[in-house]
């Protein structure tokens, strides 16, 4: 059966950045917007994006904050492909690098110095049988193609000593997260919780760790997505962006 | 030096409950309210509390829940005189049992069966010589007599198998929390932080666990303390059971 390619460019409300992304496949959510606001990063840091998928958080991340530079790495070649044409279509292919690699085979040699891992890995935990691990969806969701521990495991490796790791993920999964980061010497140090609205339970978890961190975590206050009149708060359309434009 | 006894009486609020405190020890706080309303406990139950202190927690639990029995472990031989003279006072012999053990002497056999554990620990790691190891402040406050660990072991040892944890202690010993309960074997089944307003960080933090629990953490909708005037909120309110007063 042959496949239709639904490609789509869509912008990104900063600095004019577009993002192509196919509506058969997995787009970007809010979830990748909100790890890269939350990823503390300076001009100078080197960034490895694992499980880059189309490709945003790379480009988000230079949109924010403008590191000398970006790889992202992906384990799919469709998504490569579509990542690469994104960076082409912004000129950004002296900033950004998609690499197509599985990040079980990245070792501490594969980059030269990095400073910041950023990952918003596939959530679920792989059961086998239900879904289809050939489609491109179901590796970016499910934990077919890499699991917890092979992400937090590839940060620890690839990052230099005091470098940061920030990742987004589910609440319930909070105690697995904390114990593989803590075997793998990339302590938690600041976590914070995104309920959809005050009054709600969490569905999301941004978590920074450090490697050779000391232990101390800081637990930030909750980030609300919609207020009571259901709209975004304001705190919300400042990471998106949204409040300054004019 | 001769120490003068300075105790007072005061009213829980709840059935007429009162507790006898020494304002010159540690006097009970938010923690051992919030902590006592946040342990789900049937009426069948069999309650262990672990540093029981001024026994608080055991009042507080048997005005909220009514349990048939409950334990309150104490190290300290004044704050067991000074529990005991509370317990006497609510005429509360049949239902709490005020124990002078240490806590690290506990083991599967000191109780018939052990449905709770609760626990307000000494939250500050104890690096030795600023505090004083004689007072009784210093020892409710510093992990002195008893660590993290301690706690967590003992309620493991002595809890039946799926028996709960309820423990409250400081977001930032979260990682370790997690660490040493999935160590041993109290699994991590739900949390809720305590934040003084909307928009602070949490300064408390609540935690249930499962003896031989499966893994998947529950996180709650925060609890505030204080609204935006200033006052308590309507949750905080019902927790001390002030609203339903007439």
Redesign the interface.
Known sequence: MEQIVEEKIESLNIKGLKIIQNKKWFCFGMDAVLISDFADIKKTDTVVDLGTGTGIIPLLIWGKKEPVKIYGVEIQPEMVELAKKSVSLNHLEDQIHIIHMDMKSLSAQTFEKVDVVVSNPPYIEYQGGIVNPESQKALARHEIACDLEDVINAAARILKQQGSFFMIHR??????I??LM?KHRL??KKIR?V?PK?????NM?MIKGVKGGK????????LYVYNHEGVYTKELLKIYELDDQS
């Open positions: 609440p319930y999964r909070l105690v697995d904390f114990s803590r302590e938690p919780f309920h005050e009054g709600q339970k969490p978890i232990m101390e975590l800081q637990v930030e206050p909750p």
